[in-house]
């Protein structure tokens, strides 16, 4: 299934490095959301955007930093990270026609070193 | 409270086994509901979103309570390819947006 790509799906980066992970979805969408997924922990609502507009911020700290040029893509930009913050990394996307479904990537799974 | 409670889990039953699972809710005012499931170190997949007249596909049920604020899964004839977990889903606010995850229930299918 190819609907939601990201980019890499694996990457170790120092804590002083910056990095930043992509996600493209091919369905026409136009929202885009990042979760974080800890091991043992659930799903966390990190960003979402809507129709390239921050919608929703679960007060995420300012390490990372989204980007969304358009409906279709979107960035998440990492800087300064700590060992905790190694997880998996999802992006979904909705279709904003009242059904919300959202579609994941596969994820990418960061470490932090 | 958690504002999406699942059942803790795991779930271990034979192949054949009707399994059910269940999910609270915290914010009355929340719009959508689905429930996922995830296979071990892979994405969430979209299961069935869960209607207020209840919903079917296949050997799945699900069911909501808005007035209890219950939401519940049923697999009937369980299958080994159901091992999964199960993510109990719901979308609150106005804009339908914020989407907070339960922590899931993990169900082993044994022949």
């Known amino acids: 299934e190819t609907g939601v790509t990201q980019t890499p799906r694996h990457l170790v980066m120092g804590m002083t490095n910056k990095k930043s992970l992509k996600c493209e979805q091919h369905?026409?969408?136009?929202?885009m959301y990042w979760y974080k997924q800890s091991a043992k922990k659930p799903l966390e609502l990190m960003f979402v955007?809507?129709?390239?507009?921050?919608?929703e911020n679960n007060s995420v700290p300012s390490r990372f930093s989204p980007e969304c040029p358009n409906s279709s893509h979107l960035f998440l930009h990492l800087h300064t990270l700590q060992p905790e913050d190694s997880a998996l990394y999802l992006c979904?996307?909705?279709?904003?026609?009242?059904?919300?479904?959202?579609?994941f990537g596969p994820g990418t799974r960061l470490t932090v070193t | 409270r958690k504002e999406v409670e699942q059942d803790p889990g795991p779930f271990n039953v034979p192949e054949g086994a009707t399994v059910a699972f269940n999910c609270t809710y915290s914010?009355?005012?929340?719009?959508?509901f689905f429930w996922y499931r995830q296979d071990c170190r892979k994405e969430p997949k979209l299961l069935m979103s869960?209607?207020?007249s209840g919903n079917e596909d296949g050997r799945f049920t699900a069911q909501l309570n808005r007035a209890s604020q219950y939401i519940s899964l049923l697999i009937r004839d369980s299958k080994l390819s159901d091992s999964a977990t199960y993510l109990c889903?719901?979308?609150?606010?106005?804009?339908?947006?914020?989407?907070?995850f339960g922590a899931g229930t993990r169900l082993f299918v044994k022949a």
């Open positions: 979904a996307s909705t279709s904003t026609d009242r059904t919300y479904e959202q579609y």
């Open positions: 369905l026409g969408h136009n929202a």
């Open positions: 955007y809507n129709f390239k507009e921050q919608t």
């Open positions: 914010n009355s005012a929340s719009q959508s």
């Open positions: 869960v209607y207020s």
């Open positions: 889903v719901v979308n609150e606010g106005t804009g339908g947006f914020k989407t907070i």
